[in-house]
């Protein structure tokens, strides 16, 4: 050694020596430590000084603080140490470590011991690791969180939770062990996915506590970094986030200082805090022994030697094996098997190999199926790659977690991303398992002599040095074709020559017989992207996958349909069949986007036109080129009427069920395995054709009578008048222009004839309006009785602008207020209910002086009506006339009155259409004019729902307006109960939006159909029970599950409806309310509420029975077992 | 002869957009050569039958005409824009103005402000999208746009 280095050393000797007796004296007078003396120091300098003036117990006594040992409740209470700056705060973090170097490698060995365990399902052994090291060393989070695991495999769930509740009611448990064992507890749970925990849950909650301000940055950086994936921070966190860890134990602190060194590696290398932490390592790693997290650090940072260790070496010669080519020979000893399981290598190789061996116990097991299904990209993959994902989520931040993780980022095809490099470092410090392939992204790493000698006769290292894939290398005779082909072509790929690689990428793919095909397969699709050869790419991956969708997740389908979407080109039928089956991949296992719907419909549409045919029924598919499984995913997946509504060849939603329907039955044909499958959605499709045909028949017209009822009221009425009249054989026919000389007649007071026919006139209209099988009744059930009232306040309901009032007060509970600051809500509320009280102003205008039936001598509240004037005598006289007996005569009228009807629902009809609209559409303007005009309410997303409303709110007008027409009489099929019970269920979520759905559930034994003409009373019976459950069931309406069973019993059918109710129901209340609407049934019987609308509900059904089904019938309902019960007997006419 | 389809589903705005040809005797365009279609379905069956100059455009529209009473089929939030990429796709020569209530355009998904929406026309269809206007009911500005565009279009 010269003087001059001597000297130098010296010299920094006594300056340490000088800095050590300051920091010393400095904490001798209790002033914490002198920053500002030493911040031009380096972190080895302070290093070296804090070395020199800390002890353990010193540290201890004087800081308070237990590192070691600590309960629970301990946990994360050491408050006293001073941060200094982030690089020097590593300084003094490395002296911590070194003064407890003796129970880290204690800790160590009990990671160690707990991981291997772990692996081989060995769960007593894990307990065991955790309790011994919680006796030897204290509680740390790294314990905490695996007790949660251990736990959850041992004694299930509840357990589990019995954990967290206890910590959680524990007052002396620090808030940050609270809110970690919380996700600890999450992330062990069986049900909760790799996604669910991040995106649902951690996300979630950081974000939340972002928008809220409740967390720090550099706490936000402590739940990421403790039960988050984040691999990254800033740099001005760094050093509050590490005097969080220093709260914990000195194991946290030393798993800590580790993630920060291995993401500063990754991610900034070459920083200042990069050159820091290898100045740190290099003073404190030599006090590490060689198998310590913290020496492999040092390796990875370049400080330290790497030597080869047994283990390594058997995992070598495997992997020379495998690279040569010699898929048999790939095995690793069974010693390396049961203690380095955790390396997971030997699985990958088998599975790699085409290999399967036999099996091992528990979750070695599992991981070894799951790893060669993702290999393998058999037909369990995404299955696999999720259990993957959860295995590594159980063990989050462990060695196993990371070897997953890699594994999974290789078979993703994720090289050379810094999360990747991460992973394969993270692994190597925490399982020890070094794979040669470490070098390909860190190759300047130190390697002892005799290591190096081993490697270098290593044909996977080799492989691993670019200039051995030259032809004439040695290492290149060694190894087959197709990997050199292989590896040459990702040399070009990673340099972005992409046309080399793609020629290479083929020619290895026609040689290889390995599971390397997939990466072969994915690398050159994205060639094919980078070349723009769009089509290649698709037809490659859409060939690939339709036998196997789960290899979907290998190819790089999020990018190709970024380009396919960007040149939105016009497909041919070849290409459009691969393109509108890729973007139904891509909308179907990744993203849901309205752009790529059309995309994949307009490639349905340029399908159909490559194939010059309109639609897809129509294609002769033997002539076709195109694979069968393609086909058939085609048109099965892509022709439904969801898609298929693009085209113009298709003119209602009627004619795309139809079209659906021929598909299936081309399907049938041409896959013939599956037409049991292909004839249940006939069969589906079929009755929702009939359902929709008979919801627009009603929709068509609604005004009608009881006809047969109608008749026979009527003939009963007249029956004495008429047989009179025909006594009197002096009854003379009129033509129109001897009105005059009739009119004369008619005012002779002895003029039987006349006064008998003015009789039979008002008695049969009476029936015909008024009557209990009359207009007017049927008016009120079908149309007044709720349905009108729904239909014109459904838009408003929709967008939930609709205040209900209570009395004089409005109820805004129904109104959509979100994001409105309180002065908004206050102007915003108060339009609304003018615009709501006009609403219903209108509304009660029509179903009180429009929609009605009424004779024009009493009032005037009402549009329909039958005049009985002198003209009207003389036409019916003349009428009756042609009757042959009293039915003739009675339908003679019937049709009489329906002429004059007519001319009254047309004016019902313009009311609607011109008037009621009109003075909607004023409203809603002057609503939509004054929200407008002021500027604090400008951009609020309600003054565009307000638009929206009143565009359907004149849709709804109009379609309402189409009721008021004679319903049309068509001969109504036999039908099956269920078909009566679905038109109910469809026409109420019609009418109401707000009703997503409603559950019901059928169940019969009966077949037996009932006749046409009850489908239409059975149907409104059913549309009031469920209307009923509904409203009266205290529950939402999607939480209401209705049970329907029915069965027949003689001539009648027997229905029960049974329905949940809210777990707050006041039972005896309910029971009382029941007992009274009995009572009332009972009392009023035959007469019950029709003619004034009281009749609601249930004696509404009541009343159909009695009146429109007119057979008789009973009714019965009550509560059993906390259920709504609604029993009915009706005598229906059975085929 | 030039042809107009007015492509609108809103019965209301319909009557105003007549009524604004109907008062317009300047414009010189007689009512006959004005086309309506109410929904998606048959503005695009109009637009590939017929020569359109100039269709002026809803942007939400339903598959099929409403008055049927079947319905409309499934709503469209975007149909104006789905019938802009057809006739774009079928290099039809009609010139578009997208004639609007709505502020913001779409649902959960895919929304799009007034702008986003009319930078992505110009960028997507600039050669066949002339521009959008917005219609109020309680406000003359979108004739005035309108007319200005048609006079500048029909000079």
Redesign the interface.
């Known amino acids: 050694m010269s003087q001059k280095r001597k000297k130098n050393q010296q010299k920094r000797k006594k300056q340490y020596d000088g800095k050590a007796t300051l920091i010393k004296n400095k904490l001798a007078q209790n002033q914490g430590l002198p920053y500002n003396l030493f911040k031009k120091w380096t972190p080895a300098e302070l290093y070296s000084a804090l070395e020199k003036s800390l002890t353990k117990e010193y540290f201890e006594g004087f800081f308070q603080c237990s590192y070691t040992g600590q309960s629970i409740r301990k946990l994360g209470k050491n408050r006293s140490f001073i941060p200094i700056s982030d690089s020097h705060d590593l300084s003094l973090i490395c002296v911590i470590l070194k003064l407890y170097l003796p129970e880290l490698e204690r800790f160590e060995s009990y990671y160690s011991s707990f991981q291997t365990s772990y692996i081989h399902g060995e769960h007593e052994k894990c307990l065991s690791a955790l309790n011994l090291c919680n006796d030897e060393l204290g509680y740390s989070k790294w314990l905490l969180s695996n007790e949660f695991l251990v736990i959850q495999n041992t004694k299930g769930l509840e357990k589990q939770k019995l954990l967290l509740k206890d910590l959680k009611s524990d007052q002396l448990v620090d808030f940050r062990v609270k809110s970690l064992s919380f996700f600890y507890s999450l992330k062990v749970e069986n049900e909760i996915s790799w996604d669910r925990y991040f995106n649902n849950y951690l996300r979630e909650s950081i974000e939340v506590s972002k928008k809220r301000n409740q967390l720090s940055s550099s706490t936000i950086l402590f739940y990421e970094l403790n039960i988050g994936n984040s691999k990254s921070f800033l740099k001005k966190d760094l050093q509050a986030y590490l005097d969080q860890e220093r709260d914990f134990s000195v194991y946290d602190l030393y798993l800590a200082f580790i993630k920060i060194s291995l993401i500063t590696l990754t991610k900034f290398p070459g920083s200042k805090l990069h050159k820091d932490i290898k100045q740190l390592l290099s003073v404190v790693s030599k006090h590490f022994s060689y198998n310590s997290f913290l020496y492999r650090l040092s390796i990875l940072y370049k400080v330290s030697f790497y030597t080869m260790t047994e283990t390594d070496e058997a995992l070598l010669k495997s992997l020379d094996q495998y690279t040569e080519g010699n898929y048999k020979k790939t095995s690793i000893e069974n010693t390396y098997l049961s203690n380095c399981a955790v390396h997971l290598e030997s699985f990958e190789l088998t599975a790699r190999s085409m290999r399967w061996e036999k099996e091992s116990p528990s979750i070695v097991n599992s991981i070894n199926h799951s790893i060669n299904s993702l290999i393998r990209k058999d037909k369990k993959l995404l299955n696999s790659y999720d259990s993957l994902l959860k295995e590594s989520l159980k063990n989050l931040n462990t060695g196993l977690s990371y070897k997953i993780l890699s594994l999974i980022s290789r078979e993703s095809g994720e090289y050379n991303t810094n999360d990747f490099i991460y992973y394969d470092l993270a692994s190597f410090i925490f399982t020890g398992s070094f794979n040669p392939r470490i070098l390909s992204h860190h190759n300047s790493i130190r390697i002892d002599k005799c290591s190096l000698t081993k490697f270098r006769n290593s044909t996977t290292y080799n492989l691993f040095l670019e200039h051995s894939l030259k032809d004439n290398s040695d290492v290149a005779q060694n190894i087959p074709k197709y990997r050199i082909l292989k590896y040459k072509a990702l040399n070009f790929f990673r340099c972005s020559k992409f046309k080399e690689a793609k020629y290479l990428f083929l020619d290895s793919l026609n040689l290889s017989r390995t599971v390397d095909r997939y990466s072969l397969l994915k690398n050159l699709a994205i060639c094919h992207i980078k070349l723009g050869e769009l089509n290649e790419c698709t037809q490659l991956i859409v060939s690939e996958c339709i036998d196997n969708e789960e290899l979907i997740s290998t190819f790089p389908i999020p990018l190709l349909v970024k380009h396919l979407s960007i040149s ?1 080109l ?1 497909y041919s039928e070849a290409e459009a069949i691969n393109v509108a089956i890729l973007f139904d991949y891509y909308l179907k296992y990744f993203s ?4 790529i719907e ?1 995309n994949r419909a ?1 490639a349905f549409e340029d399908f159909l036109e490559g194939s010059d045919t309109k639609r897809p029924s129509q294609i002769d598919y033997k002539k076709l080129q195109t694979e069968k499984p393609k086909l058939v995913y085609f048109l099965y997946n892509i022709c439904t009427p ?1 898609i298929m ?2 085209s ?1 060849h ?5 004619s ?1 069920l139809e079209e659906r329907i021929k598909v299936l039955s081309v399907l049938s044909t041409i896959n013939p395995n599956k037409e049991q499958f292909y004839r249940n959605e006939i069969q589906e499709l079929t009755f929702d054709l009939i359902v ?1 045909k008979k919801i ?1 028949d009603t ?2 017209g609604q005004v009608r009578i009881n006809k047969s009822g109608v008749v026979s009221d009527i003939s009963k009425a007249i029956s004495d008048d008429y047989r009179r009249i025909i006594s009197l054989k002096s009854v003379k026919h009129y033509q129109d222009d001897e009105l005059i000389q009739y009119v004369l007649e008619l005012m002779q007071p002895d003029n039987e004839t006349n006064s008998l026919t003015k009789e039979i006139l008002q008695k049969a209209k009476d029936s015909f309006l008024f009557g209990i099988n009359g207009l007017d009744v049927n008016l009120s059930v079908d149309i007044r009785h709720g349905t009108l009232e729904n239909i014109l306040k459904r838009s408003l309901k929709e967008y939930k602008l609709m205040v209900l009032f209570n009395g004089e007060i409005p109820d805004f509970s129904e109104i959509d207020l979100d994001y409105l600051d309180s002065h908004q809500k206050t102007i915003f509320c108060k339009a609304l209910t003018k615009l709501s009280s006009k609403v219903n102003l209108l509304v009660r205008y029509l179903l009180r002086k429009v929609v009605r039936a009424v004779d024009k001598s009493v009032s005037s509240n009402g549009y329909i009506y039958i005049n009985s004037g002198s003209l009207d005598i003389i036409r019916v006289r003349n009428l009756l006339q042609s009757a042959e007996d009293l039915d003739k005569a009675s339908n003679i009228l019937i049709d009489y009155f329906w002429t004059k009807v007519e001319p009254c629902l047309e004016s019902i009809r313009d009311k609607l259409n011109i008037d009621i ?1 009109n003075s909607i ?1 004023t409203v ?3 609503t ?2 004054d929200l ?1 005009s002021r500027p604090e309410l400008t ?1 609020i ?1 309600q ?2 729902s307000l ?2 409303a ?2 359907k709110l ?2 709804d007008i ?2 309402a307006s ?1 009721w008021f027409n004679k319903a049309s009489i068509k001969e109504v099929d036999d039908f099956d109960v269920k078909l009566a019970s679905e038109i109910a269920r469809r026409t109420i979520q019609n009418y109401d939006p707000t009703l997503n759905s409603i559950n019901v559930k059928t169940s019969s034994s009966t077949k037996n159909k009932i006749a046409g003409s009850d489908l239409k009373s059975l149907t409104s019976i059913f549309e009031i029970a469920y209307t009923n459950a509904i409203q009266h069931s205290g529950l939402s309406p999607n939480e209401v599950c209705i049970d329907l069973s029915y069965k027949r019993e003689e001539q009648f059918l027997k229905l029960k409806v049974r329905n949940n109710l809210a777990s707050n129901t006041n039972y005896n209340e309910l029971k009382i309310k029941i007992e009274k609407i009995k009572q009332k049934i009972g009392e009023e019987g035959n007469t019950l509420s029709i003619r004034s609308e009281k009749g609601s509900g249930i004696p509404k059904a009541f009343n159909i029975i009695k009146n429109q089904l007119r057979k008789s019938g009973e009714i019965n309902f009550y509560i059993d077992k906390g259920e709504f019960v609604l029993e009915l007997s009706l005598g229906v006419t059975y085929v | 002869m030039f042809k107009i389809l007015i492509v609108e ?5 319909l009557n105003d957009i007549h009524s604004l040809f109907q008062s317009e005797v300047n414009l010189k365009i007689p009512l006959d050569a004005i086309d309506f279609a109410r929904s998606y ?1 048959s503005a ?2 109009k637009l ?1 039958e017929n020569e359109y100059r100039v269709c002026i455009l809803d942007m939400s529209l339903f ?2 005409d ?6 409309g ?2 709503r469209r ?2 149909g104006g824009r ?1 019938i802009l ?2 006739a774009n ?1 079928l290099k039809l020569n009609t010139s578009f103005i997208v004639l609007s ?4 355009f ?1 649902e959960e ?2 929304e799009l402000s007034w702008d986003e929406l009319v930078k992505q026309l110009h960028d ?1 269809y600039g050669r066949i999208f002339k521009d959008m206007v917005f219609y ?3 406000s003359s500005d979108w004739k005035r746009d309108i007319i200005r565009f048609l006079k500048e279009f029909f000079r």
Do not use: C, M, W
């Open positions: 939105d016009q849901s986007s309205k752009d059309e307009f969801d509504d693009v113009v298709f003119d209602t939603p009627e795309l929709d627009v929709e068509l609209s559409s809603f303007h002057s939509i004019k407008e951009g997303k003054i565009n638009k929206l009143h565009t004149s849709d109009k379609r189409r | 589903d809103d019965e209301n705005k379905n695009l069956v590939k598959t099929y409403n008055n049927d009473p079947r319905g089929g499934k939030p975007f789905e990429r057809k796709r209530q709505f502020e913001s779409g998904g895919e997507r109020s009911a309680s």
